[in-house]
């Protein structure tokens, strides 16, 4: 079974500051990674896939298989980055998607001016 | 339609009553997913569909809780006889398995139920 622990509930950052949202997963298999954000009233939203390894809102996430980690950084955070951050684990059984996410419980993170 | 509607947004109940929650995932989506949020546990999965069918019911908490989907599209989740504990909320997505489902579902604004 897969597991996606995010060990943080809370973060706090000042505006400027560099942040890292931690991901561990245990998965025997080959994952797949995503994180989604839920910004305050809105409905929650894909925010990078590790397998497209690209970065938004200069947000980036590398998949450490070594690690077993999926950490989400950004070097310079924005007052508009708080919100709450889900990383989410997908596994593949016999080289077919299925899709079905299990996501840790969620990071709040809140940056100040 | 342009996105995932889940209806209704917000539902009170009664202990013991049946509710129904609605999910219309994005036109030409064969996957559909219901996941349930509450506060400190995250998002837990409940129930999948692809098409019709649904290959994994592992989620559901227990038997007073069903879904169904008809032709490909809306599904209904069904809670009979709510508990308190069933206070959440459902939160419904979908994804394209055809363009593979690497891309990411896309979730509907969720249907806050609170049990009274």
């Known amino acids: 079974a897969q597991r996606v622990t995010q060990p943080e509930k809370l973060l706090s950052v000042f505006k400027g500051a560099p942040v890292e949202l931690k991901c561990n997963y245990s998965?025997?298999?080959?994952?797949?990674l995503f994180w989604y954000v839920q910004y305050s009233r809105q409905r929650l939203q894909l925010l990078l896939r590790?397998?497209s390894r690209e970065s938004i809102k200069g947000f980036t996430a590398d998949l450490n298989k070594g690690e077993t980690s999926f950490h989400l950084k950004k070097p310079f955070a924005q007052e508009e980055d708080s919100a709450m951050y889900y990383c989410?684990?997908?596994?593949?059984?016999?080289?077919?998607?299925?899709?079905?996410?299990?996501f840790g419980q969620g990071t709040i993170l809140t940056v100040h001016p | 339609g342009a996105g995932v509607s889940q209806s209704p947004s917000n539902k009170v109940t009664e202990k013991g009553k049946d509710v129904e929650l609605r999910c219309d995932p994005i036109?030409?989506?064969?996957?559909l997913y219901w996941y349930r949020q509450s506060l400190g546990q995250g998002l837990e999965f409940l129930i999948y569909?692809?098409?019709?069918?649904?290959?994994?019911k592992s989620g559901l908490p227990s038997d007073r809780f069903s879904a169904e989907r008809t032709g490909g599209s809306v599904s209904t989740l069904t809670i009979q006889r709510t508990q308190q504990e069933d206070s959440a909320v459902y939160l419904c997505?979908?994804?394209?398995?055809?363009?593979?489902?690497?891309?990411?579902?896309?979730f509907g604004s969720g249907t806050r139920l609170t049990v009274v």
């Open positions: 590790h397998i």
């Open positions: 998965y025997s298999g080959s994952p797949e």
């Open positions: 036109s030409g989506h064969t996957a």
């Open positions: 569909f692809q098409g019709n069918s649904a290959p994994d």
């Open positions: 997505a979908s994804s394209s398995m055809g363009q593979g489902w690497d891309y990411g579902y896309t």
């Open positions: 989410a684990l997908s596994a593949r059984a016999g080289g077919t998607s299925y899709g079905k996410l299990t």
